[in-house]
């Protein structure tokens, strides 16, 4: 995205401060009674304050949708989480501003952090030496190209994500150091999900 276009969106959007992450979620979103919101609470910066990430569950309509335009290829455990983040002054919180996605571009503005819940790690990330989340996104494979893995860290920085690839690999070739060190069976973290109806 041409930088002049990113600065006029972040002059334009503004990140909701809320002392409910749920309602303001839902309005951004206009949800109606019925929807259903998954939210997890974790301690991304392990500063002992907590973020509340949120996502919609798709409708059965949605879901047909989704694995019509997809041709079947969705993985159903990758969450799109929007990240409210506890207000330094001990009350409230404030969605993340965007995400800075390591290139130079900057913050762009209400990026989340695309998540799959059944591989990822919460903790200390040695790479970046800080805490945060690693995740994996994977192609789907096909016999006319080789299905690629990349493992992505997210941390915290003051009012917004970001997100750096640690490892991109042939996942005909089988995983890899990273993988290892953060997602293999024993270093995952065990991911519950509330679930809220509105």
Partial sequence: MP???????????????????????????RLKAGRVIYKWEIDLGNDGRKEVLLDTKETPEELA???????????????????????????GYTESRGLDEGDGQGVSPGGGMTVDVTQCYVGYVAQLQKWG?????????????????????????GDHLKSRLLAKYDLTKGANANYNQYLREGRRSTVQLQVVGL
């Fill in 133 to 157: 989340l690693v995740t994996i996104e994977s192609d789907s494979v096909t016999d006319k190209v080789p299905a690629q893995a990349r493992i992505y860290a997210y941390t915290i920085e």
């Fill in 3 to 29: 930088l002049f276009v990113q600065d006029a969106l972040s002059q334009a959007w503004s990140p909701a401060r809320t002392a409910n992450p749920i309602a303001a979620y839902a309005a951004f979103h």
């Fill in 65 to 91: 949708q989704e694995i019509k335009e997809t041709q079947g290829n969705i993985n159903e455990n990758l969450r799109n989480f929007t990240v409210y983040i506890p207000n330094p002054s001990g009350t």
